[in-house]
């Protein structure tokens, strides 16, 4: 995709064949059959019929961020809609699915919606967090309450006359972290901070915790438009590129907690009514060695990608607010490892050892569906390492359609067998 920043840079006879690069990969998306709809598949569905070359207009945005998949911003997941469609395909009502690669929890919210028992596992514990609160069965009552009630509390009590005074009582909210210190204004750092002190009086504490992670991750010293990996704190007003003008960086939290909680209220009571009594179990630990707490009939993940993403990195205001164990050592493919041959060979050897454990758990002809972006051409050596068959491969066009990230590029998915 050519963007306007990139156009100045390219000879303008090169341009012209970008361009027409680009109108043929237009014309070839016109003759395509229709982008499949999750609803039409059925377990006669041939995965050689699958279109899964969506553009904006046939999956947007509202769609692929429906109610609590956007609980909380998480780089490198799957959209619903893809698992959907092979949940659909190759299990039923009853059955279990596993994702030992399961992060923000996107296969198990799916599943519990189709009533498909589901486990989970990762080694974040971040993720583990977020994939409970998900999928948890709440008293939406009971916790828009708690919500709305800790966020008022939050409020008065971070008033400048009340902060040091409350009840006849001095209230002293310091931290040990240098990350808070250096990421986070005074007021901002204040608020976040007074929020978390009031938690454990609720009965929904790790919903909580996700807004207060979530308010966290907008209210840092960072641009408007590096959200996802800031460098370093910024100081100092700046050119926006993403509201084209001068922006200040952030100085208080109150705002995105007070927008964070209304739209968590929203999206869980959304998710309420979809919500099935399918039993939804989410492990943390290391997937090579995880035992599931109840006979599987599959697998759906998408696992990381080689040196492409630092989980825990992504997410290290909500480990430094939370108090959270950083297992970041154990990450697979880190991005911090790089992508040598040898970071390659090690990633490869401890993938195989993830689907080696978790075949363990399967049948003679039980599916393995995985979704990777697999340009080292890794996962055929290792499912035949697995005691898996490729029945499958789809080649999936994936167009990044927002922010500074904006882009494209193709995945693999790989439709495995049980041998």
Not at 332 to 355: C, L, M, W
Request: hydrophobic content about 35%; aromatic content about 10%.
């Amino acid at each position: 995709m050519i963007t306007s920043t990139q156009r100045p840079k390219t000879p303008v006879a090169k341009q012209l064949k970008l361009f027409t690069n680009e109108e043929k990969r237009v014309e070839q998306y016109r003759s395509e059959p229709a982008p499949t709809r999750p609803e039409s598949v059925t377990p006669a569905t041939n995965p050689a019929s699958l279109n899964l070359n969506w553009r904006e207009r046939d999956l947007p945005e509202r769609e692929r961020t429906k109610h609590v998949h956007r609980l909380h911003p998480y780089l490198g997941k799957f959209i619903p809609q893809l698992v959907e469609i092979f949940l659909r395909m190759y299990f039923k009502s009853g059955d279990t699915v596993l994702d030992p690669f399961s992060g923000s929890g996107t296969t198990l919210v799916e599943a519990n919606g189709l009533g498909i028992h589901s486990v989970g596992c990762d080694i974040s514990q971040f993720n583990c967090l977020l994939a409970s609160v998900k999928t948890q069965k709440y008293d939406t009552q009971l916790a828009e309450n708690e919500v709305l009630e800790i966020l008022e509390r939050t409020r008065e009590a971070s008033q400048p006359s009340l902060f040091h005074k409350r009840n006849g009582k001095s209230r002293q909210l310091h931290t040990s972290s240098s990350y808070l210190r250096q990421w986070f204004a005074p007021a901002a750092r204040r608020e976040l901070l007074t929020y978390l002190s009031f938690i454990n009086d609720y009965q929904y504490q790790d919903l909580l915790k996700v807004i207060l992670s979530r308010a966290a991750r907008s209210a840092r010293l960072t641009t408007h438009f590096d959200l996802d990996f800031p460098k370093k704190p910024q100081t100092e007003p700046y050119q926006c590129y993403k509201h084209s003008r001068v922006c200040e960086p952030v100085q208080e939290a109150m705002r995105f907690l007070r927008r964070y909680s209304l739209d968590t209220i929203r999206r869980v009571k959304e998710f309420a009514a979809l919500r099935t009594d399918a039993e939804v179990h989410v492990l943390c630990g290391d997937a090579w060695q995880i035992v599931p707490p109840r006979p599987i009939n599959g697998i759906i993940t998408s696992p990381p990608y080689v040196g492409l993403i630092d989980y825990h990195e992504q997410h290290r205001y909500a480990y430094e607010l939370l108090g959270l164990p950083d297992n970041r050592e154990l990450e697979i493919g880190a991005a911090a490892r790089g992508s040598s041959n040898a970071a390659k060979q090690k990633y490869q050897q401890a993938i195989t050892d993830v689907f080696r454990n978790a075949s363990r758990f399967l049948r003679t002809g039980d599916p393995a569906i995985i979704v990777v972006h697999d340009k080292h051409s890794l996962y055929p050596e290792i499912s035949d390492s697995c005691g898996f068959s490729v029945e499958h491969v789809i080649e999936r066009h994936v167009n990044r359609r927002t922010g500074r990230r904006s882009g494209e590029f193709f995945e693999q998915i790989y439709i495995w067998r049980r041998r």
